[in-house]
């Protein structure tokens, strides 16, 4: 058994130490809101935080989590989390939506720490999420967005 905290709630999973935490999330506990994309940690839709630090889900084993605290799309209910949910509503953000939770958890990764990013900041720190409708310009003014309601 694998103890840890997902979205603020302890939980036990009995999975194999080397299972992905995004197959943890998905198939064993319901969570479905971080997708599976590529499986090589390349494209960010699976993006979550372990300790408040964005990780790719797909291939970080649910081992390295013991005892940490995982944040998916669907724990997201901090005043970054909804500054920049509401941000990606107001500017309409999301085309097809699949990448966006990765997109969105990232966003809220740098805001948490830097409240006022230039756009290298969200570049840098959006570098690796990848869009396949390109809507780079809506994220970067999305997350710009955001920290104007975080100021």
């Known amino acids: 058994m694998i103890a840890l905290t997902v979205n603020g709630k302890k939980v036990q999973v009995d999975v194999a130490p080397d299972t992905p935490i995004l197959w943890v999330l998905r198939d064993h506990l319901g969570l479905t809101g971080t997708k599976y994309s590529c499986g090589i940690a390349q494209c960010g839709s699976c993006t979550v935080h372990l300790d408040g630090e964005p990780i790719r889900a797909?291939?970080?084993?649910?081992?390295v989590a013991q005892g940490?605290?995982?944040?998916?799309?669907e724990g997201l209910n901090t005043k970054v989390g909804r500054?920049?949910?509401s941000a990606w509503e107001k500017l309409e953000v999301?085309?097809?939506?699949y990448c966006q939770s990765g997109q969105i958890m990232s966003a809220v990764a740098l805001l948490a720490k830097n409240k006022k990013p230039s756009d290298a900041d969200i570049d840098s720190a959006m570098h690796g999420n990848l869009c396949r409708c390109a809507t780079y310009q809506r994220?970067?003014?999305?997350i710009h967005?955001?920290?104007k309601h975080l100021a």
Do not use: H
């Open 83 to 85: 500054a920049v949910q």
């Open 58 to 63: 797909c291939v970080t084993p649910i081992s």
């Open 94 to 97: 999301v085309q097809c939506g």
């Open 68 to 73: 940490k605290k995982i944040s998916t799309i």
């Open 145 to 147: 967005e955001a920290a």
């Open 139 to 142: 994220i970067r003014a999305a």
